[in-house]
């Protein structure tokens, strides 16, 4: 099965647009479309439903896209092996959470890119969070991720970052500003501001609420957790958060622990651990640690 129409196959089942995928791939679009015909042909299915306005996966294109990812990766594996000089080639997807500052990502990236200039590397940020990257590990259509959550998943590799303490986060004129520490309970009945569902700040949190039977009522959700405080200091909520999040200069806002019950957050990257850590998936982990800053946690 040929190289380059598996990965014409790939950037086309990521763009599902015929014009972006052909100018990634450095080919015409009459290129393009022949290659997916001959591998459709090939496989003696149908990979992706066109239309004058669309272009979508079928289910025997769903199928196949992580064999087609293996297939390519174990290809460039086995060419690095023997080659001269052991450089690196082929691709690698590293999945995001946005307003990652931990993480210096555009300075890993570019190391990665100047140490590893024959691989091919993206950069995609989840609008789903954590959930969303833990699918796209699966499916294959990212190596890497980095998340917000305490994963547990036997089928994941979960290198941990940093993890966050939880502490309530109310407006300084709130009624409980003054008290040394809170419950659960005492905060049950409030309207709360927090990330979307899929992200695992929320799951955190929700948890330990499920846990104690509590109600609790998300009435903004935010999808960047850094602007969670500036809803709060005008009092459209309360929220729980890494006290990091709060900057001791800003008198809008109060912080109190909780007394109760400890919630913890975890930010980890994450690889699959079912397969064999390529060297590419390798060589960027061992870059992690350099951009790692514990200043700017978010």
């Known amino acids: 099965m040929d190289k380059r129409r598996l990965e014409a196959f790939v950037q086309l089942s990521q763009e599902l647009n015929f014009t972006r995928a052909a100018r990634l791939l450095n080919m015409t679009q009459s290129t393009l479309s022949a290659a997916i015909r001959t591998l459709e042909i090939e496989l003696d299915v149908v990979l992706f439903e066109r239309s004058t306005r669309s272009v979508a996966l079928t289910d025997h294109g769903r199928l196949f896209l992580p064999h087609a990812r293996a297939a390519i990766s174990a290809l460039d594996s086995a060419k690095s092996a023997v080659s001269p000089s052991g450089g690196l080639k082929g691709s690698l997807t590293v999945g995001m959470l946005n307003g990652l500052r931990m993480i210096d990502i555009p300075a890993l990236a570019g190391d990665f890119h100047r140490r590893h200039p024959d691989v091919q590397l993206r ?27 305490n994963l547990t998943d036997k089928r994941l590799r979960v290198i941990p970052i940093r993890s966050y303490k939880l502490q309530l986060i109310i407006p300084s004129s709130h009624s409980l500003a003054k008290q040394r520490s809170a419950t659960l309970d005492q905060i049950a009945q409030e309207p709360f501001v927090d990330m979307p569902r899929g992200f695992g700040q929320r799951a955190a949190i ?20 850094k602007m969670i405080p500036d809803y709060v200091e005008h009092g459209l909520g309360i929220a729980l958060l890494p006290p990091e999040l709060v900057p001791a200069a800003r008198p809008g806002l109060t912080v109190i622990p909780l007394r109760d019950v400890e919630i913890e957050w975890t930010l980890s990257v994450v690889v699959k651990a079912v397969e064999a850590t390529s060297r590419t998936v390798s060589a960027f982990l061992h870059l992690i640690p350099q951009y790692t800053s514990s200043d700017h946690p978010f």
């Open 123 to 149: 950069l995609e940020a989840a609008r789903r969070g954590t959930d969303e990257l833990v699918e796209r590990l699966g499916d294959g259509s990212v190596d890497i991720a980095f998340v917000g959550s």
């Open 206 to 225: 929700d948890g330990a609420f499920t846990r104690q039977a509590l109600p609790r009522s998300v009435q903004i959700e935010v999808a960047e957790l």
